[in-house]
């Protein structure tokens, strides 16, 4: 009978390992295929191709500025050829004479500079300064009336007074 009772205890122990496998198994393909599941897959795909794009862009953006920054300094190099060749021309066909020579190339100065002795000039007021420190000043309101002169002329209104704050 021992034969018996332990296959049966070995049985009993399978049964139990097998429920704890299955249980654990069906846990596992649960979470798999719950709609939460998919929702996080989905989001991590999501998360994925928005990261590509947004490396392929950065990518894009420093491709664009380097051929922008190459292509730049292939202009300024044939600028100063070009510039450097009707340089020479002038320079030859006006045997030195010319306005424009090698030797001035270096040394050059803008000719638009203001000098030094205009530089300092004032600009003009735009108003008139007074001559004395009760004198009204050209933007008081009654300056260029004269009252005396509107008191004599009965035949116009008069001016309203205004107080003297300034």
């Given at each position: 009978?021992?034969?018996?009772?332990?296959?049966?205890?070995?049985?009993?122990?399978?049964?139990?390992?097998?429920?704890?496998?299955?249980?654990?198994?069906?846990?596992?393909?649960?979470?798999?295929?719950?709609?939460?599941?998919?929702?996080?897959?989905?989001?991590?795909?999501?998360?994925?191709?928005?990261?590509?794009?947004?490396?392929?862009?950065?990518?894009?953006?420093?491709?664009?500025?380097?051929?922008?920054?190459?292509?730049?300094?292939?202009?300024?190099?044939?600028?100063?050829?070009v510039?450097?060749?009707?340089?020479r021309?002038?320079?030859?066909?006006c045997?030195?004479?010319?306005?424009?020579?090698?030797?001035?190339?270096?040394?050059?100065?803008?000719?638009?500079?203001?000098?030094?002795?205009?530089?300092?000039?004032?600009?003009?007021?735009?108003?008139?300064?007074?001559?004395?420190?009760?004198?009204?000043?050209?933007?008081?309101?009654?300056?260029?009336?004269?009252?005396?002169?509107?008191?004599?002329?009965?035949?116009?209104?008069?001016?309203?007074?205004?107080?003297?704050?300034?």
């Amino acid at each position: 009978m021992e034969t018996l009772q332990y296959s049966q205890t070995i049985v009993i122990i399978a049964g139990v390992a097998l429920f704890v496998v299955g249980l654990g198994l069906g846990v596992l393909f649960g979470r798999r295929s719950s709609p939460a599941a998919k929702r996080q897959r989905e989001a991590e795909l999501k998360l994925d191709q928005v990261l590509q794009d947004k490396k392929a862009y950065e990518d894009d953006v420093v491709e664009h500025f380097t051929d922008t920054a190459r292509l730049l300094n292939t202009l300024t190099e044939q600028y100063r050829d070009v510039h450097n060749h009707l340089a020479r021309g002038a320079s030859s066909l006006c045997k030195g004479r010319g306005p424009v020579s090698l030797e001035r190339l270096g040394d050059a100065r803008d000719e638009s500079e203001i000098p030094a002795h205009l530089a300092e000039v004032r600009p003009p007021l735009d108003y008139a300064p007074k001559t004395s420190p009760g004198e009204k000043g050209m933007l008081n309101e009654e300056f260029g009336i004269d009252r005396k002169k509107a008191e004599k002329t009965p035949d116009k209104p008069a001016p309203k007074a205004v107080p003297d704050d300034e």
